[in-house]
């Protein structure tokens, strides 16, 4: 609204002013509700809560510049102007005039979100950072069936494979694969691109069910429709880093069969040669211009020369993650069976430097090559066993790639059933309650850094220094705090003994005085403990009540609030407790029967 | 059609002069009856020519012969119908004279009557007539049809058309009219045609069976009879039903004619010479088709061949720098990232994630928002995870989150909240405060409901609910004296001056002021000097006390009784010791009296009451009387006689009042367990309220000379605060919680009922609903 025009009863300031609701907004706009939705969905607008709503709280509000964003892109036409074109290809058809249908929808204007996807996200930081949700959504429907009656096209979800298989194919090139986890939901996978920590969900290589109520699919295949356009440009950026053309170019034979995978890695490989020679003519254009740099900088300021040169050397390098996860599955040849999830591990297993075959049309290698370490195979039992190699669940890969190194495979092999998969993303003591298979991964981890295996509970007097330890991240807090403790009393004992010594290397009557010593030490120590002793925790909640009389009726909320959080965290935790208390007693009964 | 009407005009006549002239006639009357057959014989030969020609075509001579006879036999039928007729006529004509000129209607239909049997008789004799006719009829027809089918049958059926008119005569209106009536219309002549008799189905079935043409009959429903149809109208009607031109020898595509010829004439039509532009090419379509090839070699006419392929995808980010242009939007604000799965939304989680069968059950029984949305489930292998039937819904939530979803930056406090707590000063550096138990005082039966400290702090009185007062040695907590009251003790309160060593004691309707006999002998003499009351009652005309209160003396317990009104609850001396006020709750505008014990006077304070009064308390230095009600309480100067302030307290229900010893500080305790501390300088709000008895606050004290104040309440314990207050007016009054002081049992639903400081020392006093008095030491 301009300033010099203000219609009688519109507020001039203040949040009546500032806000509008929705279907002020409908009006204003004139567009009808799907319209609207569009829109927001492609310019990313969503309502905004004002401090008072002057409407009444069952309102949704937007921001009068959300909305004169809106108004003034020029998708709003283009829009209408589809709307309108189709409703012409509607009346050819309804007349039967075919030939101008055909020829109306050969010639219908397109609608490109380029524009859109660069006003949202100005820079690509800012696109990765809010890449998860266009993952998980282009993965959805890559694996969802086409069905005309919901309008989802079979071009689409090939669209939404090729995109996927695009984005998935970078990701094990660079190496950029931090964690896996199988959920019931799903497979998350989590990678670190340009330190942007992006986790999608891929469903389950399953028919996937489409529910008729409840789901609104336009909703869906127009965040599709941005999302497809923003990931398109995310891979060619992503390719382009990396020196590849994009879109990359298949060979027929593997997309046809399937692994379109495992083609876009021979894509990449055919492409490195290029890339190099790229490189080098960068490498070459980078040392020109510091001949220059060095020409223009005086003399006298050679640190900042050095720091040039730094930079220069540091972007080539690889981050420590990176290399450490690239070397996990070095030089180890993996071949998967039929019945395993192949996507997933052929995306992995590469992603961590391995070497990966399957079952079928185009594998680089068949079952029977010896150099194969191992198979992974998910049946009740393995017909004919090569003796060269381990087999292994597919379990074993995922639960390797989290905790960053090669797990024994006991626990892992055909038939059994393998020990719990433990999500990556939980710290476990930040919750509060570890289990036992994350002990035993700890401790395993330790193990493989040091090259030594301790037992759980043995040599833990040898243990010197806590702080030590921790930084090393051989133990856990707790642990660490009871050394401490330990150490602490060993420490008093040590200097007693030591002054005893001492005492009598001075000739005194030891038994008086170190009797007197220890006598004030006892009282003092009895003083004290008598003063905290009656009725502890009586006093402990005094103190806790009396400090919260004097908080502001403000703070006192958060600070219920907060406490009652932290309650249902414990309770939870105890339920886990509890839970495993009573396992642990059954199977301990189970056993004596 | 014509000549029907004729016919009928000529019908019609006679029947008017018959009525005219009914005498007779009646030989001129059959006269024209028989020219009117003869007439109809005509017509009818006439216009049934063709139908009845047509059905009796094919007839052989069979039939020829049958006819002969019936000729015969309606020749019999003429003459009998003849003198039939003669024979109506006549009745009618005796039946009118016999009637009297009776209405015209009911001759008319008698007539008609007569007159339609006359007709049928008629018909038949026409039949006759006409099948004679038809014969010679039929025999010219089958001539003519043998040798020209083709051509003049069409004619002639188009003329018969035309000619032939309907027997019924009713015209265009809906045949259910007659459905009920015998008949079906009238014929030419204005007569009923009464309805024929249906065929029953059977003999129509039978009529089928014997007669192989009986399809080609219809029943002509307005004329109600039978038709047969001939081959020819058949194919007409076939012709018609697959909608070609009714007749077989009409060509619709007939070449055209032209019916001018001017080959012959002498001139043209149009004599204008051939103009030059039918020879030339037209400038205007060389002009269109420069213009189409210029567009076209231009671009601007594209043909639809396959466009070009532009890139789709390029660098969109190609130099970040560069796109650093802030657009003109609003900040925008990432939508939060979907929570990552814990353990237990693992394939394959530790067995103490899954929920056992008990807690699945309880699942059942819990609110749709309070069940977890989640069920963690375990499955052995690998290949065995179905498809997650939700997930299509989950994103398609997401999705609807993200666009609908208002969004809002918030700070998260991401603290310990122990961190939230107040930074308080330690409390040892608030020592020293009353901590713990040191003595119980027992000896009273019932609850303790008031206590008073003595100003030299070396006793302390006690009124208890088994209507003694007693007062005991603080130091041994030895009891010295025993008044029995008889009466439960409201409240209990010592004399401030020490000079004066007088108690006021508060039970039921009366207040007594007792000597305690403690303090030197001159002091005795004094204060019992000053309990005697020199005239038994003080008579006052002017106030109208006497009804309120009157002085007594008390001879047993060797003190004054003042008997009130009502119930006293609460008495408080004034600092000098002269003045007491007493409060009585249920005495509306006279509630709080004022006693003067020098004078034995009482007086009613000149202030107006609002609500029910509480308590009221004297200034520990100036002359300020404080009156709380059940929500404020009032500040009046005394001397003035008028209110200074109004404290607005915000709470329900005060239960008690106590006065800092500096006198500008107030902290109240309600029965919902608040406590206010009024900074009266600062405001008429509270400065500060606490919350810190679940239960009601009984009383509260403020220390006389330690920065102490405390509050004890009804759920046995009592709160001792550090209150300092700063001469710096800049500086507001620092509060503290130090202790809480338990050690009392609850009895009858009450705890501690009063709670006083040791005058010197910081001590607490208090009094339990447990009969027992504990003395709290630091």
């Not at chain 1, 185009?362 to 393995?382: C, H, K, L, N």
């Amino acid at each position: 609204m301009p300033k010099h025009y203000r219609p009688p009863g519109k507020k001039k300031e203040g949040n009546a002013a500032r806000y509008i609701t929705r279907s002020q907004t409908l009006k204003h706009l004139q567009v009808n509700t799907r319209l609207f939705r569009k829109l927001c969905i492609y310019k990313g607008i969503f309502p905004r809560e004002p401090k008072k709503k002057f409407r009444g709280n069952h309102q949704t509000y937007y921001h009068l510049k959300d909305v004169a964003f809106i108004r003034h892109d020029p998708i709003l036409e283009e829009l209408r102007a589809k709307s309108t074109y189709t409703k012409k290809v509607i009346k050819a058809k309804a007349k039967k005039n075919k030939e101008l249908a055909d020829i109306l929808l050969k010639r219908q204007p397109e609608i490109k979100l380029d524009r859109l996807v660069l006003e949202r996200y100005p820079h690509f930081v800012d696109a990765l950072r809010d890449l998860d949700d266009p993952l998980t959504l282009v993965h959805l429907f890559a694996a969802l069936p086409a069905s005309d009656r919901l309008r989802i096209e079979v071009k689409r979800v090939h669209n939404c494979r090729k995109l996927s298989h695009e984005w998935q194919a970078y990701i094990a090139r660079t190496h950029k694969l931090r964690k896996v986890f199988i959920s019931v939901k799903g497979i998350y996978y989590q990678a670190e691109v340009e330190g942007q920590k992006i986790t999608w969900l891929t469903p389950h290589g399953m028919q996937q069910v489409l529910p008729d109520d409840d789901v609104v699919y336009d909703v869906l295949l127009t965040f599709l429709e941005f999302y497809e356009t923003l990931l398109a440009f995310v891979n060619f950026k992503l390719y382009h880093s990396i020196n590849v053309k994009y879109p990359p170019i298949l060979d027929p034979r593997l997309e046809a069969s399937a692994a379109e995978l495992y083609a876009l890695s021979r894509y990449f490989d055919a492409n490195s040669r290029p890339s190099e020679q790229v490189e080098a003519t960068q490498s070459e254009e980078a040392e020109l211009r510091l001949a220059q740099l060095q020409h223009q900088l005086p003399s006298n300021e050679p640190g900042a020369l050095m720091q040039l040169v730094k930079g220069a050397g540091d972007e080539n390098e690889e981050d420590e993650d990176t290399k450490e996860c690239k070397e996990l599955f070095k030089n180890m040849k993996f071949f998967l069976s039929r019945e395993v999830p192949r996507e997933s591990l052929l995306f992995v297993i590469p992603a961590f430097g391995g070497i990966v075959s399957w079952e079928g049309e185009g594998a680089p290698f068949s079952e029977a090559d010896q150099s194969i370490t191992y198979q992974i195979v998910d049946r009740p039992t393995q017909g004919h066993v090569y003796l060269s190699r381990e087999y292994v669940q597919p379990q074993w890969v995922y639960d390797c790639v989290n905790t960053r190194i090669i797990l024994p495979t006991e626990a892992y092999m055909v038939g059994r059933v393998p020990p719990p998969h433990l999500s990556p993303f939980v710290d476990n003591e930040a919750e509060g309650y570890v289990p036992d298979y994350a002990e035993t991964i700890k401790r395993l981890k330790a193990a493989a850094e040091n090259e030594i295996l301790p037992m759980p509970g043995v040599g833990k007097e040898d243990l010197d220094d806590p702080q030590n330890l921790l930084a090393e991240g051989y133990i856990t807090r707790a642990e660490a705090i009871e050394a401490a403790e330990r150490k602490q009393k060993m420490m008093t004992l040590e200097k007693q003994y030591h002054d005893e010594l001492k005492m009598e290397l001075q000739g005194m009557q030891y038994s008086s005085s170190a009797s007197d010593l220890d006598k004030q030490k006892s009282d003092e120590y009895m003083e004290s403990r008598e003063e905290s002793l009656p009725d502890m925790p009586q006093i402990s909640n005094d103190a806790a009540d009396m400090s919260k009389l004097l908080m502001s009726r403000k703070k006192r909320g958060l600070y219920e609030a907060m406490k009652k959080g932290q309650e249902r965290k414990k309770a939870h935790v105890d339920l886990l407790k509890e839970r495993k208390k009573k396992i642990e007693s059954a199977q301990k009964s189970s056993k004596k029967n | 059609m014509r000549a029907g009407k004729k016919v009928s005009a000529e019908v019609s006549s006679p029947k008017k002069k018959e009525k005219k002239n009914k005498n007779k006639q009646e030989n001129e009357e059959k006269e024209n009856e028989m020219a009117n057959k003869t007439q109809l014989k005509k017509v009818q030969s006439d216009k049934q020519k063709q139908s009845s020609v047509k059905k009796h075509d094919e007839e052989g001579q069979k039939l020829q012969r049958g006819k002969e006879r019936r000729k015969e036999e309606d020749l019999d039928n003429e003459s009998e119908s003849g003198s039939d007729s003669d024979e109506s006529d006549y009745q009618d004509f005796s039946e009118d004279i016999s009637g009297d000129y009776e209405s015209l209607g009911q001759s008319d239909d008698g007539e008609s009557e007569s007159e339609g049997g006359q007709s049928k008789s008629s018909g038949d004799e026409v039949h006759g007539d006409n099948d004679d006719e038809d014969n010679v009829d039929d025999h010219h027809r089958e001539d003519q049809s043998d040798g020209s089918e083709d051509h003049q049958g069409v004619e002639e059926s188009d003329s018969s058309e035309d000619e032939v008119a309907p027997r019924n005569t009713i015209g265009d209106v809906p045949l259910e009219w007659y459905k009920d009536e015998k008949h079906i219309g009238y014929d030419i002549s204005g007569k009923k045609i009464n309805k024929k008799e249906r065929q029953d189905k059977l003999a129509s079935f039978l009529a089928n069976v014997d007669d192989s043409k009986n399809w080609r009959k219809i029943y002509d429903e307005y004329n109600d009879e039978e038709v047969e149809l001939t081959k020819e109208e058949t194919r007409l009607i076939r012709r018609l039903l697959k909608g070609k031109a009714p007749h077989g020898d009409f060509d619709p595509y007939a070449d055209y004619v032209d019916w001018f010829k001017y080959d012959d004439a002498l001139h043209p039509l149009s004599n204008a010479p051939e103009p030059k532009r039918r020879f030339i090419p037209s400038k205007w379509e060389s002009k269109k088709v420069v213009q189409y090839v210029r567009a076209i070699r231009k671009g601007l006419i594209k043909f639809d061949e396959p466009k070009e392929e532009k890139p789709q995808f390029y660098l969109l980010w190609g130099d970040d720098s560069s796109a650093a242009e802030k657009a003109n939007r609003l900040a925008y604000i990432p939508a939060p990232k979907s929570k990552l799965p814990g353990h237990e939304e693992s394939y394959n989680p530790s067995l103490e994630y899954i929920p056992t069968q008990e807690e699945l059950n309880s699942y059942q029984l819990m609110y749709d928002e309070d069940r977890p949305k989640f069920i963690p489930k375990r499955f052995t292998s690998f290949r065995s995870i179905p498809a997650y039937e939700n997930g299509v819904k989950e994103s398609f939530e997401r999705c609807m989150d993200l666009y609908l979803c208002p969004r809002v930056r918030k700070k998260r406090v991401n603290i310990d909240p122990e961190t939230l707590k107040p930074k308080l000063p330690s409390r040892k550096d608030l020592k020293p405060y009353p901590t713990t138990c040191y003595l119980e005082y027992k000896g009273h039966k019932g609850a303790v409901m008031s206590i008073s400290t003595e100003a030299s702090g070396q006793w302390i009185a006690s009124g208890s609910s088994d209507g003694t007062v007693r007062i005991w040695e603080v130091e041994s907590g030895r009891c010295l004296k025993v008044w029995e009251i008889g009466e439960a003790v409201q409240s209990v309160v010592w004399n401030p001056s020490p000079e004066l060593p007088v108690l006021a004691v508060a039970a039921g309707l009366d207040v007594l002021i007792l000597n305690t006999g403690f303090g030197s002998e001159e002091e005795q003499k004094r204060v019992k000097e000053l309990l005697r009351l020199e005239i038994p009652t003080a008579p006052d005309g002017i106030d109208n006390m006497a009804s309120i209160v009157s002085w007594l003396q008390d001879e047993r317990l060797e003190g004054i009784r003042l008997r009130h009104f009502k119930n006293v609850s609460s008495v408080e001396w004034h600092r000098r010791g002269d003045y007491l006020s007493t409060v009585m709750p249920a005495g509306e505008s006279r509630a709080i009296i004022m006693h003067q014990l020098s004078k034995k006077l009482s007086h009613r304070i000149p202030f107006k009451l609002h609500g029910l009064p509480v308590s009221s308390v004297f200034h520990p230095t100036r002359s300020v009387f404080f009156i709380s009600t059940k929500k404020n309480i009032r500040v009046y100067d005394l001397l003035k006689q008028k209110l200074i302030k109004k404290l607005e307290t915000g709470l329900k229900e005060v239960s008690s009042i106590a006065i800092h010893p500096a006198g500008d500080n107030v902290i109240v305790g309600s029965r919902e367990g608040k406590l206010c501390w009024f900074d009266m300088d600062l405001s008429s709000k509270p400065y500060r309220v606490l919350k810190c008895h679940p239960k009601d606050i009984t009383n509260v004290a403020f220390h006389r000379s330690y920065p102490l104040f405390a509050s004890c309440s009804d759920d046995c314990t009592a709160y001792v605060f550090h209150g300092m207050v700063y001469s710096d007016l800049n500086q507001n009054p620092l509060i503290v919680p130090l202790e809480i002081l338990r050690g009392h049992t609850s009895s009858n639903g009450r705890g501690v009922l009063d709670c006083k400081f040791h005058p010197r020392q910081p001590w607490l006093f208090t009094a339990g609903a447990d009969s027992v008095i504990r003395l709290f030491c630091h």
